[in-house]
């Protein structure tokens, strides 16, 4: 299965900064999920980025907040931009591994906003 | 379209002692069923799977059998450590036109020595 490697691992930010998450995929793959986990909650699913086309967005979350790229079929970043204390949770990247084989997510990268 | 419901945790356990999180599911057809675990300060992980009808899926000591006739994937363990402190995760595959899997609220067990 797919290895993902996520940077960093955690981050204490001031507000009004922005941060980049890094995802690195070890296999080529068309689709990769980016989540938010608030404290002691469920997976809530930010977008989903694709290579050559823009991320699609899920209802709540906006490109001007949380811009992405998706250089390639091996690589994507995250940007929290203009971040608040509410923006402080785990972010996750995840990809498929096939129809049938759940899926494979990173490391997860816990944000805390001061 | 799907739907998972997971038994609210946090559920308390003393080591050894045996262990059930419940999962039901609402979906079309039969998808495969899944079960991820979340250590502390990690990502998720797939920890075990069944993709048909009375499949048990099995790891690390824990079961789960897909059960059509009462939609549910219950997670088992007979004997649980300290270290299977994590948060447990029902999912489903995407369905229809979707490419979006559906994951359950979490269930965070926490096993005492």
């Known amino acids: 299965s797919a290895v993902i490697s996520q940077k960093p691992s955690r981050d204490i930010c001031q507000r009004g900064t922005s941060l980049t998450i890094q995802c690195q995929v070890d296999?080529?793959?068309?689709?990769m999920f980016w989540y938010r986990q608030q404290p002691g909650q469920s997976l809530t699913l930010i977008a989903t980025?694709?290579?050559?086309?823009?991320?699609?967005?899920e209802s709540g979350f906006v490109i001007d907040k949380f811009p992405i790229s998706r250089p390639n079929l091996t690589f994507s970043t995250l940007t929290v931009s203009n971040m608040s204390p509410e923006d402080s949770s785990i972010y996750l990247c995840?990809?498929?591994?096939?129809?049938?084989?759940?899926?494979?997510f990173g490391s997860g990268t816990r944000l805390t906003v001061v | 379209g799907n739907s998972v419901t997971q038994m609210e945790g946090p559920v308390t356990l003393s080591e050894e002692a045996f262990l059930t999180i419940n999962c039901t599911y609402t979906?079309?057809?039969?998808?495969?069923l899944f079960w991820y675990v979340q250590y502390p300060g990690e990502g998720l992980q797939l920890l075990l799977k069944a993709t048909k009808a009375d499949d048990k899926g099995s790891n690390k000591g824990f079961e789960a059998t897909y059960r059509k006739e009462t939609t549910s994937f219950h997670l088992e363990k007979g004997s649980v450590q300290v270290s299977d402190s994590a948060v447990y995760f029902c999912a489903l595959p995407p369905s229809g036109g979707s490419y979006i899997p559906t994951f359950g609220r979490g269930t965070s067990l926490i096993v005492h020595p």
């Open positions: 980025a694709n290579q050559g086309s823009e991320a699609t967005y």
């Open positions: 995840s990809v498929s591994q096939g129809a049938g084989d759940g899926y494979t």
């Open positions: 296999s080529q793959v068309t689709m």
């Open positions: 979906a079309t057809g039969y998808p495969s």
